[in-house]
């Protein structure tokens, strides 16, 4: 056991001392913290309304029979008491965090390829399609929470757990869970949307290829090294893992650059 919590802490180590050193800073910043403890608080809520005995009854019944219940079986009585988490954040902030992102990524782009200027999201049909983002990636983390509450109660009904104690349950890692959770939501929708403009960036301002870069070290997956090693890639088509750009996968480490010859001209400015 021990042995196992030196190796998980080395390995959460390795992945935030990242190669890619701007999603790394950006990572570290107040807005995905700020955006992490929304997230977290929503998911706890969620969570922390079904840790009561009466809503477990009402779930899954008084009957003996409910063990032979599956987790399908108990999602529509769940989902007939679920608190929507758009009906605990406000849509705008969940909108505003991946507009930051965007302009993040869109500044990233531009760093790298030199130029002095400062990026400002400003096209009305773009803004309009990452604010949509919003509610689809609500309604997901609503479906996600809602499943492992199926489970999370199908186990305890296998395990001859009563009412109480799966309430109880549900309860002592309702915290844990949330937090886990908005750790992966907050980071991999910051880079997500980093990696999207970065690439958009790159093709409106003339950058013909990119090239995949790894951290080059022994937890490098296959799929990142393969895209590494094929070389220029013409900017906006995918790497053959099939990703466009960064992140290939949760925490992943990996950037892209662009690949501009001597005396090409790629950015004007605007």
């Known amino acids: 056991m021990k042995i196992q919590k030196v190796k998980d802490s080395i390995e959460a180590f390795f992945y935030k001392v990242r190669l890619n050193i701007a999603w790394h800073t950006a990572l570290g910043g107040e807005e995905v913290a ?34 032979e219940l599956t987790d399908n079986l108990l999602l529509p009585e769940i989902d007939n008491l679920w608190i929507p988490l758009l009906a605990i954040i406000d849509e705008a902030e969940i909108q505003n965090y991946h507009l930051w992102a965007a302009n993040t990524g869109g500044q990233i782009a531009i760093d790298k390829m030199g130029a002095d200027q400062k990026f400002s999201l400003e096209k009305d049909n773009i803004i309009a399609t990452i604010k949509a983002k919003a509610s689809p990636l609500a309604n997901q983390l609503d479906e996600t929470t809602k499943n492992w509450v199926a489970r999370t109660m199908q186990e305890g009904l296998r395990d001859g757990l009563s009412h109480v104690e799966i309430a109880e349950l549900i309860r002592n890692t309702a915290r844990k869970t949330a937090q886990a ?38 937890m490098v997956c296959p799929l990142c090294m393969a895209n590494e090693e094929a070389g220029k890639v013409a900017t906006g088509e995918v790497f053959p893992s099939g990703a466009v750009a960064p992140p290939q996968h949760s925490h992943c480490r990996c950037f892209v650059k662009p690949f501009i010859t001597s005396g090409e001209e790629v950015w004007d400015g605007r």
Do not use: C, P
Request: aromatic share 6%.
């Open 34 to 67: 700020a955006f992490n403890k929304l997230i977290r608080s929503g998911i706890e809520r969620q969570l922390l309304h079904f840790a009561k005995v009466e809503q477990v009854n009402r779930v899954i019944g008084v009957s003996k029979a409910v063990r």
């Open 181 to 218: 959770r908005a750790d992966l939501i907050s980071e991999n929708e910051a880079t997500e949307m980093m990696g999207e403009m970065e690439m958009m960036v790159y093709k409106e301002s003339g950058v013909k290829y990119t090239t995949w870069v790894t951290a080059r070290d022994e």
